[in-house]
């Protein structure tokens, strides 16, 4: 497996290929970053002044596409922004109603994301064909932007989408506060490069994702612009499987701990190794004493434009115990797990995912994209024939911005689940999307 790793991260190193052009990507980032109207709240500057100004608020509104924590399903700036005359704040109310609709066939899973974890090993008859449309991940955020003389640059960031009880319900997504380099609030965590994930239709994305959203604070600066570093305290939600009867769940009480550092040799364009340490608590019910358990997690990510209308996005992750920050097996509880030889202790599994996407750009506003993704299960003890071995999933899809505000998508999804029994079944989707954003 370690092997595998080094061959993998080689791969990453292999991927850095400095051009002079622009990739068409960046042309339409940069078309979307000037999609937005400024309105003065308190008058206007002079002329000279307030073209000062407004080229300072576009690179505002340019930086925001190349946020180290945007996924691409994030939405846009907000199309108006309310800004003083002295140009020292910036605020905007921006969302997008975004609307999908899926089709399953042999087999259909029970959500609305796919996922190889959830494909039914033995399907109800009943429920070989599925079709369901979610405006799951419509939303609304605000955002400001300003300087003060006494801190320094800062940013104000909420956001809520719709995606709880049958994906209508408003959940609150992010909450933050960046001051210069330091982050305050609920935000992705520093174990997650949401830019190198590859575009899809469907919300659940590669199954070896790592997105997990949490409570943190974090010190992130940029040394000469090629350069990023970041470390933060972050608090933990472990997933612990407890029996109730020899085992049961402890309260954490350690923060978890994650850094990465970065390399970046141009706009959207990086190198990333990161690394997360946890501390997962439980209580041994049989001899009666509590227990803390070390559990951690690395992670290589890249994404790259080595010729002008391509895109390569590559991840890969191992570690014991940090099943939980997101991938197929989010889907139950894998952080820590029962030793069968010995009731009453659990112990921390190991897991290594990856995945592979390209992406091309007939033109800016126009692409098809594919990727790959597999997450293996590693235990070190004996474990259930039913129980989930690895899982792949793959997807092809195609983007259109017919203009700035308005995309729409198509995509076909595979996956296939194997059990350690060796029994295994494949599951597909096809699926489209339509979003406005405003």
Not at 24 to 33: A, E, T
Not at 45 to 56: N, Q
Not at 232 to 243: G, L
Request: aromatic share 14%.
């Amino acid at each position: 497996m370690k092997s595998r790793l080094i061959a993998f991260i080689t791969l990453l190193l292999g991927c850095i290929t400095s051009v002079s052009a622009q990739s068409l990507v960046d042309d339409q980032i940069d078309s979307l970053s000037r999609n937005h109207k400024f309105i003065y709240i308190d008058g206007k500057p002079d002329a000279a002044a307030m073209k000062t100004e407004l080229d300072s608020l576009s690179m505002v509104m340019l930086n925001f596409y190349y946020d180290q924590f945007r996924n691409f399903s994030d939405p846009n700036v907000p199309y108006f922004m309310f800004v003083s005359k002295d140009a020292n704040l910036a605020m905007g109310l921006g969302g997008a109603v975004r609307m999908r609709a899926y089709y399953d066939w042999d087999g259909a899973q029970p959500s609305p994301g796919f996922a190889p974890y959830l494909i039914p090993m033995n399907p109800d008859p009943a429920s070989m064909k599925h079709f369901a449309t979610t405006p799951s991940g419509t939303c609304l955020f605000f955002r400001v932007v300003g300087v003060h003389k006494l801190v320094g640059e800062y940013q104000l960031y909420v956001e809520a989408n719709f995606n709880g009880y049958q994906g209508r319900d408003l959940h609150l997504k992010k909450a933050y506060a960046i001051i210069n380099n330091v982050t305050v609030g609920y935000a992705s965590s520093t174990f997650s490069d949401p830019a190198a994930v590859p575009p899809t239709v469907d919300a659940q994305g590669p199954n070896n994702k790592l997105s997990a959203t949490s409570t943190l604070i974090r010190y992130m600066p940029t040394i000469k612009d090629r350069w990023v570093l970041a470390v933060s305290a972050e608090t933990p939600a472990t997933a612990i499987a407890v029996d109730g009867v020899n085992t049961k769940k402890a309260d954490s009480w350690i923060p978890d701990w994650a850094a990465f550092a970065q390399y970046q040799w141009g706009k959207g364009q990086h190198i990333r190794f990161s690394g997360i340490v946890r501390t997962l608590s439980y209580r041994d019910l049989v001899s009666e004493k509590n227990h803390n358990i070390a559990g951690w997690g690395v992670m290589a990510s890249s994404v790259s434009h080595p010729i002008s209308p391509l895109t390569l996005y590559l991840t890969a992750s191992y570690g014991k115990g940090y099943a939980g920050c997101g991938g197929d097996l989010a889907c139950s509880n894998y952080d820590l797990v029962g030793n069968p030889d010995k009731p009453g202790e659990l112990y921390a599994p190991a897991s290594f995912g990856w995945c592979a996407g390209v992406q091309y750009n007939f033109r800016p506003n126009l692409f098809v994209s594919a990727n790959v993704s597999q997450t293996r299960y590693l235990p070190q003890h004996d474990v259930a024939p039913d129980e989930y071995k690895y899982g792949i999933a793959s997807a092809v899809n195609i983007f259109w911005n017919p203009t700035p505000r308005v995309q729409f998508g198509a995509e076909y999804d595979f996956g296939m689940r194997r059990n350690f029994s060796g029994h295994h079944r494949s599951g597909q989707r096809v699926g489209a999307m339509c979003q406005f954003s405003f």
